[in-house]
Nanobody, 123 residues
Framework: QVQLVESGGGLVQAGGSLRLSCASS???????GGWFRQTPEREREFVAA????????YYGDSVEGRFTISRDSVKNTMYLEMDNLKPEDTAVYYC?????????????????WGQGTQVTVSS
């Protein structure tokens, strides 16, 4: 059984930093690992992705230069370092794993999802 479990969310002031983690179990391989976020007012939005084997990274326009995605293949864990946070970054953040070749930024290409972790940025 595949499980993805996010941690590290919380409340932070604008300009601050948070580091999200996504621990996975039951996955024998994956093509991409990704982070998405969602609020009640907005559709699920692509945040960042990483190719699991090569480590190539991709970012959404709104987080480019502020967020950094990384992974530890040995620990089967993915991370999202979020710096210079803004109130508009407030959302539930989900990690996901894609086991098929597809678009790294397309949520429909991901097969497994975590339960989400809340990030709240106060102004």
């Amino acid at each position: 059984q595949v499980q993805l479990v996010e941690s590290g969310g919380g409340l932070v002031q604008a300009g601050g930093s948070l580091r999200l983690s996504c621990a996975s179990s039951g996955l024998t391989s994956r093509i991409h690992g990704g982070w998405f976020r969602q609020t009640p007012e907005r559709e699920r939005e692509f945040v960042a992705a990483i190719t699991w084997r090569g480590g190539n990274t991709y970012y959404g326009d709104s987080v480019e230069g502020r967020f950094t995605i990384s992974r530890d293949s040995v620990k089967n864990t993915m991370y999202l370092e979020m710096d210079n946070l803004k109130p508009e970054d407030t959302a539930v953040y989900y990690c996901a794993a894609a086991t098929r070749i597809g678009g790294a930024s397309w949520s429909q290409d991901y097969d497994y999802w975590g339960q989400g972790t809340q990030v709240t940025v106060s102004s």
